[in-house]
């Protein structure tokens, strides 16, 4: 399914920011409308707990707080705000599809380790507090939420295929993509009409989210046709060569009935997709349960807060974004608002130990934060998404056109090469 609060960066958002704040690094000026007494968060729905907001106004009285939900293209509203110099945001969120974007331009954000950050880093996920981190080892983003990603079952229909139906048992038959595929066999010939997976884009970018590599290193070398990522395409592949790709594409309601009815009994996804299914799919309520990915988890998901280089009261702003994330309140905005936290020292709070009667009483966070604690720390460029999409392209008209996977392969890598090139990535 479709994320229903992230969005993917589309080709070519990496250079625009560049160009963008590139402008804006040259003036230091106060932004007009503010004041040392006026404080503003800026972040957008289900970004943070409102709640956890709300409190945060009336416990920090030695300024006037004003947290504003921003709609629409954040990223663009923010940027366009510190390009203008003019009522830029004290606070504010940075998505984690952003975050490396904005990590090139630092000097728009002042460095949280001057206000104490690195004094707390070890009670953050490692990985996690490296994405908000420059190359110069400026912190310009205090960790949010993660998104862990796990494996979504119906028992009921894995019962049918003489599958394992218990969440460990489960996880240990699966525990590798061979595994994992065998499963997909056993249940295309023993349930008529289901399938393991709805499409290959879910296997490729779990293959690639496994990695501790992505499309460009810190030498700005493009490493998109390595084996790290060649790998990730053959397991998708393999995933269509052995039947297990349903018809129904991501995000529509076909796919909705199939979850709904058993056609689609496994999923891999994010700690957040628990709540689009409690949501969406009301009618197979108690019948789902959560077992760990095969091989090893990948991360979607999860944001930060920064403070901008106009903030008048940063030691203030540091005080707001460190009560609203330290532990207890991280374990708050999971209850109020769904947000995996990045504190570990949430994972065993007694709110985040109770049964989910969707998933049939399990505790489904005992699953959520292994997976969270074993994701590899990787280099995020600005330029990845840009040069993941000529792949994920291919490999779509490989799916839906039926091209050949080796021209498909080699077509990808000459249109990564002339991205790569225009970026000025080697």
């Known amino acids: 399914m479709h994320p229903s609060r992230r969005g993917l960066l589309r080709a070519g958002l990496a250079t625009t920011s560049a160009a963008v704040l590139g402008g804006a690094a040259a003036g230091c000026a106060v932004p007009a409308g503010s004041t040392g007494r006026n404080m503003t968060l800026w972040y957008w729905g289900g970004g943070l707990s409102d709640k956890l907001v709300e409190d945060a106004a009336k416990r920090f009285t030695q300024v006037d707080l004003k947290a504003t939900q921003i709609g629409g293209y954040f990223r663009s509203k923010l940027l366009t705000t510190l390009t203008a110099r003019a009522y830029a945001p004290d ?23 001057t206000l104490g950050a690195d004094r707390l880093k070890s009670q953050y996920l490692d990985w996690k507090w490296a994405q ?80 501790a590599k992505r499309f ?102 540091f005080e707001i974004i460190t009560w609203l994330l330290g532990p207890r309140n991280q374990t708050r905005g999971f209850v109020e608002a769904s947000l995996f936290p990045s504190t570990p020292a949430s994972y065993e709070m007694a709110a985040m130990r109770k049964p989910d009667p969707f998933f049939g009483g399990q505790i489904t966070n005992d699953i959520f934060a292994r997976a969270a604690q074993r994701i590899r720390v990787a280099y995020n460029s600005p330029y990845d998404m840009a040069l993941k ?16 996977p080796r021209r498909a392969w080699r077509d990808a890598m000459s249109k990564c090469r002339r991205i790569a090139d225009h970026l000025g990535v080697s």
């Open 132 to 211: 908000g981190t420059a190359d110069d080892g400026r912190q310009i983003g205090f960790p949010i939420d993660t998104g862990p990603c796990v494996h979504y079952y119906r028992p009921d229909v894995f019962r049918k295929a003489g599958l394992p139906t218990e969440p460990a048992e489960v996880s240990a038959a699966m525990s590798t993509w061979d595994g994992y595929f065998a499963a997909g066999e056993r249940l295309r010939t023993r349930v008529k009409g289901a399938y393991l997976v709805t499409d290959l884009l879910a296997v490729l970018n779990m293959g690639i989210g496994q990695s």
């Open 389 to 404: 999409q000529p792949i994920m392209d291919e490999l779509t008209s490989v799916h839906v056109s039926g091209k050949d």
């Open 91 to 113: 606070i504010t969120g940075l998505k984690g599809e952003d975050i490396a974007s904005l990590l090139s331009n630092a000097d728009q954000f002042i460095d949280l380790n």
């Open 216 to 317: 460009v290193d810190k030498d700005r070398h493009f490493i998109g046709d390595q084996e790290h990522i060649i790998r990730a395409w053959n397991l998708a592949l393999e995933c269509k060569q052995r039947g297990l790709v349903s018809p129904f594409k991501s995000g529509t309601v076909d796919q909705t009935a199939a979850l709904e009815d058993g056609r689609l009994p496994s999923q891999l996804g994010a700690s957040w997709v628990s709540g689009d299914f409690k949501s969406q799919l009301t009618k197979s309520a108690g019948k789902w349960r959560v077992a760990a990915m095969p091989e090893r988890p990948a991360n979607d998901g999860g944001s930060f807060l920064g403070i901008t280089k106009y903030c008048r009261r940063p030691d203030v702003a």
